[in-house]
């Protein structure tokens, strides 16, 4: 009994033997031998953004056009004017229509006298009819006369009432709402046509408000999964250079625009513009901010990137595992190095007659390394941990690794996210031709 016990606790101790054995694992190399170039992590703000272009324009714009036709008398707004909800715009001739008023004016004259005299008619066909003098077909025929003539007379009228519509009302184009003039298509003595024609055109385009506009940027679909109602913007004017302005998404347009099979999606931002610099069509430059992090330590993404050429794939995979036995408990310490050692027979048979793999690093015959691993908590990972390596030289020349979580990246740093001030510390950013 006491033999088999003494089975389960040989494993459990070799593990530890073989765990210590692997921090003070040594190497005949000399890697002080090789110049490298380094940097300091740093502390500031990091950003990750999703960038577009896109077109500033008033946040509602009205198209005016013509109820009528007719020759362009007089314009009474210029560019840039403010108006109000009614105030003339422009004026059409009406010398044409006073002149079809007189035409109509008479013709309901007329249709009015015929409709009077076969109104005293009928009466006349009924006084008769009572007495049995006429037929009842004649009768008839008189009432329907009278309705017909009644109808000319109704119609008559509705045209006159037309005609002063125009002269009173359609002549006249007025503003509909409270804003600005930002586009006038007419001069005096240009004829226009009514709206309902195929050729009718906007005369007049007015913005109701300058002081809000907004931005319509074009996102693509890979990113636009980033982007979201109320998020932070910023973006830039060639025509004001190093000046920025902010914003925030006010919808997601979710109408795509497809483009020689590249699909688009319309975001729009809303900004402010109470000093009157944002003009209407200027284009400029969107970051969208998807992350961001402030007073955060920094590294160089090419860090990140590097890898001793010194050092094959398979004692850098040894390196990084030892780092990582660094932040596991004791149960889970011992997991790993037990699937480790079912893998490792295979590994050394492969590497039979070199003096690298884990089974060097156990036997002292492997390079010098000095694995550190730094714990912190991720960030915006979807909870998976984000771990990269960073690479630096010790005290006595030989490479040292340490096992970072890494946060948000830009397009030139990475956040580092760990429970240690790293401030200052420097690391390999590249190895020197």
Not at 57 to 68: A, E
Not at 87 to 107: G, K, P, S, V
Not at 213 to 232: F, K, W
């Amino acid at each position: 009994m006491k033999k088999k016990q003494l089975w389960h606790i040989i494993p459990a101790s070799i593990s530890c033997l073989v765990l210590a054995a692997l921090f003070i694992s040594s190497c005949s190399n000399n890697t002080t031998r090789v110049s490298y170039e380094f940097t300091a992590v740093r502390r500031g703000t990091v950003e990750r953004t999703v960038l577009a272009s896109g077109t500033i324009n008033p946040v509602s714009t009205v198209r005016v056009l013509p109820q009528m036709s007719g020759k362009v008398e007089k314009v009474f707004v210029d560019f840039n004017d403010t108006v109000r909800r009614g105030d003339i715009l422009a004026e059409l001739n009406t010398d044409m229509l006073r002149l079809r008023r007189e035409q109509q004016l008479a013709a309901v004259q007329k249709a009015r006298a015929n409709y009077e005299l076969q109104l005293v008619n009928f009466r006349g066909q009924e006084a008769l009819a009572q007495r049995n003098l006429i037929s009842e077909f004649e009768l008839r025929s008189a009432s329907t006369t009278l309705n017909n003539l009644a109808a000319d007379l109704a119609v008559a009228q509705a045209t006159l009432r037309t005609i002063d519509t125009e002269i009173n009302q359609y002549a006249f184009i007025t503003s509909p709402i409270d804003g600005i003039v930002l586009n006038r298509a007419i001069n005096e003595g240009d004829s226009v046509v009514d709206s309902s024609s195929n050729n009718a055109y906007s005369i007049f385009t007015l913005a109701e408000n300058l002081t809000e506009m907004q931005i319509e940027a074009n996102i693509g679909e890979l990113d636009v999964a980033s982007i979201y109602q109320g998020q932070r913007v910023r973006f830039s004017l060639e025509s004001l250079p190093g000046r920025r302005f902010t914003g925030e998404v006010e919808n997601l347009r979710l109408v795509p625009a497809i483009v020689n099979n590249a699909v688009t999606y319309t975001v729009i931002i809303k900004v402010e513009n109470q000093d009157g610099t944002l003009l209407p069509g200027m284009t400029c430059a969107v970051e969208f901010i998807v992350e961001r992090s402030e007073n955060t330590l920094l590294i160089s993404n090419a860090a990140l990137r590097y890898q001793p050429t010194s050092l094959n794939a398979e004692e850098i995979e040894d390196m990084v595992f030892i780092a990582d036995l660094e932040r596991m408990d004791e149960e889970q310490r011992l997991a790993a190095l037990e699937t480790r050692s079912q893998t490792q027979p295979a590994r050394n048979a492969q590497n039979q007659g070199t003096d690298t793999g884990i089974s060097a690093l156990l036997t002292g015959g492997g390079r010098n390394v000095r694995p550190t691993s730094i714990q912190g908590q991720a960030r915006n990972t979807g909870g998976q941990e984000r771990l990269r390596n960073l690479w630096y030289i010790t005290e006595d020349g030989s490479f040292g690794i340490m096992r970072v979580i890494t946060g948000i990246v830009s397009g030139s740093n990475t956040e580092i996210i760990v429970s240690d001030d790293l401030e200052g510390r420097e690391f390999i950013l590249r190895e020197r031709l």
